[in-house]
């Protein structure tokens, strides 16, 4: 009996299980061919009704939650660079630093580039649609990490939002560091990561011999 | 005619859930993105589909049996019957 550990993992053990109960009754009813009596009856509603809407709620929330993790994002190929360098443990780029956070767990990737704002979790997930269109129309068969596709770029400038949901510009520490420049970091002048730049070292664009972006 | 009808509706439901639940089962299993996109749209929209064509079905069948609508019929009201004579109270 596997351990569960957390609420993702029982989300997928009821779904898991209703989806077997499902399969279970449909072959029954397949195999068998009973009368559509009360009973037969009864049970379809289990089995095309109940257990499926189960499914469906349980899977869509454990889904969602697997979407948040570190290893969803690398499963495409051409994010091998970036998840083999936030995994590395000698490694001092900034998606490694904040990867070895516990406060970030699994899902580092998710907490600095997902949207801060009241739908950010949508526009999020839209955009992970677009990457998926995006890996499967430019990036099939371009090699183990993607390098011959084009390189991958952000599709917005990176918001010091992102970095100010963990880190105050108002905390004394942060102030003694970057007090010149506080007012344009606030106000997105000046942004985190045109001084904190060693972010993804082993991206697709920084590596040599990659396909280099058609500028139009 | 229409039970008939009703178990090949309830045949095609039956197999568009069973194919539902192996995506979203697969899914869970092995989570990987473009089949997590596939199962959660179009596997959820088959079990849909099956679910109301299951109840299509049912309603079919109940129809065909004549158990689906029974129509509430206003009881005909009896008519007093006729005072027969001699029937009075008896006399004094």
Same mark, same amino acid.
């Given at each position: 009996?596997?351990?569960?550990?957390?609420?993702?993992?029982?989300?997928?053990?009821?779904?898991?299980?209703?989806?077997?109960?499902?399969?279970?009754?449909?072959?029954?009813?397949?195999?068998?061919?009973? @009368?559509?009596?009360?009973?037969?009856?009864?049970? +379809?509603?289990? %089995?095309?009704?109940? !257990?499926?809407?189960?499914?469906?709620?349980?899977?869509?929330?454990?889904?969602?939650?697997?979407?948040?993790?570190?290893? !969803?994002?690398?499963?495409?190929?051409?994010? %091998?660079?970036?998840?083999? #360098?936030?995994?590395?443990?000698?490694?001092?780029?900034?998606?490694? +630093?904040?990867?070895?956070?516990?406060?970030?767990?699994?899902?580092?990737?998710?907490?600095?580039?997902? #949207?801060?704002?009241? !739908?950010?979790?949508?526009?999020?997930?839209?955009?992970?649609?677009? @990457?998926? !269109?995006?890996?499967?129309?430019?990036?099939?068969?371009? /090699?183990? #990490?993607?390098? /011959?596709?084009?390189?991958?770029?952000?599709?917005?400038?990176?918001?010091?939002?992102?970095?100010?949901?963990? @880190?105050?510009?108002?905390?004394?520490?942060? +102030?003694?560091?970057? /007090?010149?420049?506080?007012?344009?970091?606030?106000?997105?002048?000046?942004?985190?990561? #045109?001084?904190?730049?060693?972010?993804?070292?082993?991206?697709?664009?920084?590596?040599?011999?990659?396909?280099?972006?058609?500028?139009? | 005619?229409?039970?008939?009808?009703?178990?090949?509706?309830?045949?095609?439901?039956?197999?568009?859930?069973?194919?539902?639940?192996?995506?979203?089962?697969?899914?869970?299993?092995?989570?990987?993105? *473009? *089949? *997590?996109?596939?199962?959660?749209?179009?596997?959820?929209?088959? &079990?849909?589909?099956?679910?109301?064509?299951?109840?299509?079905?049912?309603?079919? =069948?109940?129809?065909?049996?004549?158990? &689906?609508?029974?129509?509430?019929?206003?009881?005909?009201?009896?008519?007093?019957?006729?005072?027969?004579?001699? =029937?009075?109270?008896?006399? &004094?």
């Amino acid at each position: 009996m596997p351990e569960i550990h957390s609420t993702e993992q029982l989300l997928q053990l009821i779904a898991l299980s209703c989806a077997v109960l499902s399969l279970l009754i449909g072959a029954w009813y397949l195999v068998r061919r009973p @009368h559509l009596n009360q009973v037969t009856k009864s049970m +379809l509603l289990l %089995g095309l009704g109940v !257990f499926p809407l189960i499914v469906s709620l349980t899977g869509n929330i454990a889904s969602f939650e697997y979407t948040l993790t570190r290893p !969803f994002c690398g499963s495409c190929h051409v994010m %091998g660079p970036y998840l083999r #360098d936030a995994e590395d443990p000698k490694s001092n780029s900034l998606a490694a +630093l904040h990867s070895r956070n516990h406060k970030f767990g699994e899902t580092s990737c998710y907490t600095c580039h997902a #949207d801060y704002q009241m !739908f950010g979790a949508i526009t999020t997930k839209q955009n992970g649609m677009k @990457h998926l !269109f995006m890996y499967l129309t430019q990036y099939a068969g371009t /090699g183990p #990490d993607g390098e /011959g596709g084009p390189p991958i770029h952000i599709y917005k400038p990176f918001k010091n939002a992102a970095c100010m949901q963990c @880190h105050s510009t108002t905390a004394k520490s942060y +102030l003694e560091r970057h /007090g010149d420049n506080v007012e344009e970091i606030r106000t997105e002048a000046v942004r985190c990561i #045109d001084c904190h730049d060693v972010v993804h070292p082993l991206a697709l664009s920084r590596r040599p011999g990659a396909k280099k972006e058609v500028v139009k | 005619m229409k039970h008939q009808t009703a178990k090949r509706m309830v045949f095609y439901a039956v197999i568009g859930t069973m194919v539902a639940m192996i995506f979203m089962g697969a899914t869970i299993i092995y989570p990987h993105p *473009l *089949l *997590l996109v596939v199962a959660m749209s179009i596997g959820q929209g088959i &079990a849909m589909m099956s679910l109301a064509l299951y109840l299509l079905a049912v309603a079919l =069948d109940l129809q065909s049996q004549g158990g &689906a609508y029974i129509p509430y019929e206003e009881p005909v009201a009896e008519e007093p019957a006729p005072p027969v004579e001699g =029937d009075g109270p008896p006399a &004094a």
